[in-house]
């Protein structure tokens, strides 16, 4: 640890609420998918702030956006109508078949308003009293006290109980629990195509069919959280596309402004009549500096293919990482994920070796301690996924 490291640990201790465990980095500045720390060492990106900054640091681009955004209109509330919120809506519909947009600031906010739509819509449009919201075991939906709620792990409601009812949990990949879940109190049912935090597990196409036929034979809703799985990280521009799923609602956040704090709902016609003026509003949701720069985000996204270019170079480097673990099957359990949302499962607790890689200069995530996370930028080098296979596999032959 050196000292320039260290006085900035120090000065968090003091200044900070301590409700983060970091990682041994402090960061000064990045460029694409390089990041340095203040004493001037570079580090490989390949998590993307969480896959937020999925088109690369300090994007020329984005860069330019922002800057001219910046001289023009930065916030008015939603009090007003502006164009930019517009402009980004119609960008993001025209990747989907969802037909209506509400803007807010994260995906626990995102969640938060497919939930509030789903029993709204339930109560003022079908004449139901249906608020229950379904969810998987192994699901992430936020930190607020309603998506804690719906994330259903007592480890991260620990101290904040109690939280809001209405919600249930059942075991991902089992049709006949979803089944039996359902009752005349069900609202929606709420999945992540593939659960991010849970350490990269894509659930089963199959699987996620027949949740949705399930929705429709109940006449429930059908919502997909796209806050990690979204903006065409697994290799389609939405996780839900890769089955052929058609939610009522979807959920989106992290990459959408490529690290400005942005979120969205996307809704089909029909949910969207559950608001009405009032029922739901954010002072920042949808801000005009916010919303221009997602709008190009999207549109960088379409112009360069990148859900294309994550399909491929995902399949890529997932193949290098399979020839890997059959080189050190003791070592690694297994390698799962979509696109550019890679994990890799060891069979041995990784924190060691999540160090060694970040000594070499890889930054990615480490997981419940024995999986290690990508999330690189979607524009990465091709080279710099394969430096990152080379680093781990001479590692795992060191021992
Ligand atoms: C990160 C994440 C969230 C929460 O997003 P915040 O912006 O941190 O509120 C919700 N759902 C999924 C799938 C996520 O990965």
Not at 336 to 345: A, K, P, T, V, Y
């Amino acid at each position: 640890m050196t000292d320039a490291f260290e006085k900035i640990r120090n000065a968090e201790e003091q200044l900070l609420c301590r409700s983060y465990s970091r990682y041994p980095i402090a960061v000064a500045s990045g460029q694409g998918s390089r990041l340095w720390d203040v004493d001037g060492k570079e580090y490989t990106d390949l998590l993307a702030g969480i896959a937020v900054t999925s088109l690369g640091h300090c994007n020329p681009e984005l860069n330019e956006t922002l800057a001219r955004q910046a001289g023009i209109l930065w916030q008015v509330s939603n009090l007003f109508y502006q164009e930019p919120q517009l402009e980004l809506a119609r960008a993001l519909l025209s990747t989907t078949h969802h037909a209506k947009a509400f803007f807010c600031n994260s995906g626990a906010e995102a969640n938060e308003a497919c939930i509030k739509l789903a029993r709204r819509y339930m109560r003022k449009v079908k004449k139901r009293d249906a608020f229950e919201i379904i969810t998987l075991e192994g699901c992430f939906h936020g930190r607020t006290l309603g998506t804690l709620a719906a994330t259903g792990r007592a480890s991260l409601s620990d101290g904040f109980t109690p939280l809001p009812e209405g919600f249930r949990l059942v075991p991902p990949e089992d049709l006949d629990a979803m089944a039996a879940a359902i009752t005349p109190d069900t609202a929606a049912v709420l999945v992540e195509c593939v659960q991010g935090e849970a350490g990269v597990k894509p659930l089963n196409h199959d699987y996620l069919r027949g949740v949705e036929k399930l929705c429709r034979i109940n006449d429930i809703l059908f919502m997909c959280d796209e806050v990690q799985c979204g903006l065409c990280r697994t290799g389609k521009f939405w996780g839900f596309q890769q089955a052929g799923l058609a939610p009522d609602a979807i959920s989106v956040a992290k990459g959408l402004a490529n690290g400005l704090p942005m979120g969205a709902m996307l809704a089909t016609d029909e949910m969207a009549r559950g608001f009405e003026a009032g029922s739901h509003a954010t002072t920042f949701g949808g801000g005009a500096l916010v919303s221009a720069v997602a709008t190009r985000v999207i549109e960088i996204m379409k112009r360069d293919n990148l859900a294309g270019r994550a399909a491929e170079l995902g399949a890529e480097t997932m193949a290098r990482l399979d020839e890997i673990r059959l080189q050190f099957p003791d070592k690694i359990r297994e390698i799962r994920g979509q696109g550019l949302m890679i994990g890799i499962e060891l069979a041995f607790e990784a924190r060691n070796l999540w160090l060694k890689l970040i000594q070499a200069g890889f930054v990615c995530s480490l997981t419940h301690g024995y999986t290690l996370r990508l999330l690189p930028a979607l524009n990465i080098d091709r080279e710099d996924l394969h430096k990152f296979c080379d680093a781990l596999k001479l590692m795992l032959a060191e021992g």
